[in-house]
C-alpha cells in the first residue's frame, strides 16, 4: 500500500512547466529513489509533498486521503540546501528543530543524546555550527531530520559532503529506519546508491514522468539479453544457432571470459543446458544486467533526442 500517492501532478510558476502530469506511488516501508537531471521537476514534486507549494492540479495522497498540515508533522525533510544556524550552538540547534516537530524538551534531548552517540559526536553538542565541516554539519543536519521518528523521510542528496566512511554510515542508519517501518524518499544523482538501497524508482525529466516501478524489473527490463561466461576448456566457446552467438571471448592461460548475446525468447538456462553439452568447464555463468547509471543516460539522451 502506497504512503504517499501522486496523482496527475502538474504544476507550473508563469509559463515554465515545473511537472506535467505526474503520478507515482510510494510504498510503506520501503526506499523509493526519485531521480532525474537538475531541473527535472523532482525537487518541485518534493515541495508539494511537504505542503510548500500547492499544485496546480492533481492530489497528493497520505496513506489513502489528501495530505494535511497535520500529516506534515509525519515527515522529516532534509533539503539539499541544509538550513543550519552557524552562530548557533549543535546541541541548541537540534533541540530547538526537535521542538519544532512536537516534541518535548526532556524527549528530545534524549534522543539527540541517544543519535549523537550513534554518530560518536558526542563532543559536539556545545560547539558553534560555525566550526564544523560540511560533512560534520550534515551529520547534524541528518539526526535533526530523523530525532522524531517520522513515518516519512525525504532526504535529497542525503550523501553530499561526506567521505566514503561516513556516506557508509548514513546509508546504514537509512536502511535501520527502513527496517523499523519508515518510507523514505531519496532524491539523488549517486546511481551507485540508488542500486544499494532502493526498492523502487521514479525518473522524471523535463517535467514529465519517464519511468517508475520496481528497481530490479526496471533494470532487467532494460537490459540487452546478454550472458557473462567464465569457462575452461581446450576450443573457445562455440556459437549455437538458434540459442545465442558469441560477442567476445578473452582467453587467460586457458580461463576464458566470454560475452554471449541470446536470440530473442531463448532462456539462460536453455544456454547453459547445452553450453555444458560440451567439452567445456563452467566457472560462472550469469546476466549482464545494466547499471542504472547507464539507464539514467539513455532515456535522458534519449528523451532530448525526440524532443
Not at 510503506?28 to 527535472?40: A, Q, R, T, V, Y
Not at 514529465?208 to 567464465?230: A, T
Not at 555444458?276 to 543516460?297: A, H, K, Q
Request: charge should be negative; hydrophobic fraction near 40%.
Amino acid at each position: 500500500m502506497g504512503l504517499i500517492e501522486c496523482q496527475d501532478i502538474c504544476k507550473s510558476f508563469g509559463e515554465k512547466v515545473a511537472l506535467d502530469h505526474v503520478s507515482v506511488t510510494m510504498e510503506k516501508g520501503k526506499i523509493f529513489g526519485l531521480l532525474g537531471p537538475n531541473g527535472s521537476g523532482k525537487t518541485t514534486l518534493i515541495r508539494i509533498i511537504n505542503r510548500i507549494t500547492i499544485p496546480n492540479s492533481g492530489v497528493i495522497l497520505f496513506d489513502g486521503r489528501p495530505i494535511t498540515q497535520r500529516d506534515v508533522e509525519k515527515i522529516g525533510y532534509m533539503p539539499e540546501e541544509r538550513g543550519l544556524y552557524r552562530k548557533m550552538k549543535v546541541g541548541e540547534q537540534a533541540l530547538f528543530f526537535a521542538r519544532l516537530k512536537g516534541m518535548s524538551y526532556k524527549d528530545a534531548e534524549t534522543e539527540l543524546k541517544k543519535w549523537f552517540v550513534r554518530f560518536g559526536i558526542e563532543s559536539w553538542w556545545n560547539k558553534k555550527v560555525e566550526e564544523l565541516s560540511k560533512g560534520m554539519a550534515q551529520k547534524v543536519q541528518f539526526i535533526t531530520t530523523v530525532v522524531h521518528r517520522p513515518s516519512l523521510l525525504i532526504l535529497d542528496e542525503p550523501f553530499s559532503g561526506f567521505d566514503p566512511v561516513n556516506a557508509q554510515v548514513v546509508q546504514k542508519e537509512i536502511l535501520r529506519l527502513r527496517d523499523e517501518g519508515a518510507t523514505i524518499v531519496l532524491s539523488t544523482h549517486n546511481m551507485e546508491s540508488v542500486e544499494e538501497l532502493c526498492d523502487d524508482i521514479a525518473l522524471i525529466n523535463m517535467s514529465k514522468l519517464i519511468i517508475s516501478g520496481h528497481l530490479d524489473d526496471i533494470r532487467r527490463h532494460y537490459g540487452n539479453s546478454n550472458v557473462e561466461l567464465v569457462y575452461t576448456g581446450e576450443t573457445p566457446v562455440a556459437a549455437h544457432e538458434g540459442l545465442f552467438s558469441v560477442l567476445s571471448d578473452k582467453d587467460e592461460a586457458g580461463r576464458h571470459t566470454a560475452v554471449l548475446s541470446l536470440e530473442e525468447g531463448v532462456r539462460s538456462n536453455d544456454v547453459l543446458s547445452a553450453i555444458i553439452t560440451g567439452n567445456l568447464t563452467v566457472n560462472s555463468f550469469r546476466e549482464l544486467i545494466p547499471r542504472m547509471n547507464d539507464i539514467f543516460i539513455e532515456l535522458v539522451k534519449g528523451q532530448e533526442v525526440s524532443k
